[in-house]
């Protein structure tokens, strides 16, 4: 009777799991917008966390083939779920199976796009230079990629330049 009640419990708490999705809520001159990256004028902006439904959510597998293209760095953080900072954004363009491009934000505006070769295991994104290193991939939705760096810390991608 105790494992069932257990497992019962165990059921009843997996099927009420949330999903949270971040949205950002950008003030302009025309009102309020709501976007998926981040507002042009980040003083006028609201990081919003909407709670979903976990039954519509699916697991989504990162290939070899899923991963080429754009990619924008939109924010990074200390801990997966941890507050994210928007201010330095930055491109990783998957160009091919092998090679990739990075290329940051700064003050001054867009830096240097920097070339490596890179090799994709299913689960780590090892970049041929010391100073990107190794990501292990933390979670993929297709859209949204979440990545552990070399150095602690996370990068949240997500389709597309910035």
């Given at each position: 009777?105790?494992?069932?009640?257990?497992?019962?419990?165990?059921?009843?708490?997996?099927?009420?799991?949330?999903?949270?999705?971040e949205?950002?809520?950008c003030?302009t001159?025309?009102?309020?917008?709501?976007?998926?990256?981040?507002?042009?004028?980040?003083?006028?902006?609201?990081l919003v966390?909407?709670k979903?439904?976990?039954?519509?959510?699916?697991?989504?597998?990162?290939?070899?083939?899923?991963?080429?293209?754009?990619w924008?760095?939109?924010?990074?953080?200390l801990e997966?779920?941890g507050?994210?900072?928007?201010s330095?954004?930055?491109?990783?363009?998957?160009k091919?199976?092998?090679?990739?491009?990075?290329?940051?934000?700064?003050?001054?505006?867009?830096?240097?796009?920097r070339?490596?070769?890179?090799?994709?295991?299913?689960s780590?994104?090892?970049?041929n230079?010391s100073?990107?290193?190794?990501?292990?991939?933390?979670?993929?939705s297709?859209?949204?990629?979440?990545?552990?760096?070399?150095?602690g810390?996370?990068a949240?991608?997500?389709?597309?330049?910035?």
């Open positions: 009777m105790y494992k069932i009640l257990v497992f019962a419990l165990f059921f009843v708490g997996f099927l009420t799991q949330t999903t949270l999705a949205v950002y809520k003030k001159d025309q009102g309020v917008k709501f976007q998926d990256t981040p507002c042009v004028d980040e003083n006028k902006q609201e966390t909407i979903g439904d976990n039954a519509s959510s699916s697991s989504v597998e990162l290939t070899a083939d899923s991963l080429v293209g754009k924008c760095e939109f924010a990074t953080s997966v779920s507050t994210k900072d928007s330095a954004p930055a491109t990783w363009h998957f091919s199976k092998d090679q990739m491009s990075y290329t940051y934000k700064s003050m001054q505006g867009k830096g240097k796009e070339f490596n070769q890179y090799s994709f295991d299913g780590t994104v090892d970049i230079n100073m990107i290193g190794s990501w292990e991939v933390e979670s993929f297709g859209s949204i990629l979440i990545l552990s760096g070399p150095y810390g996370y949240h991608l997500r389709r597309g330049g910035c």
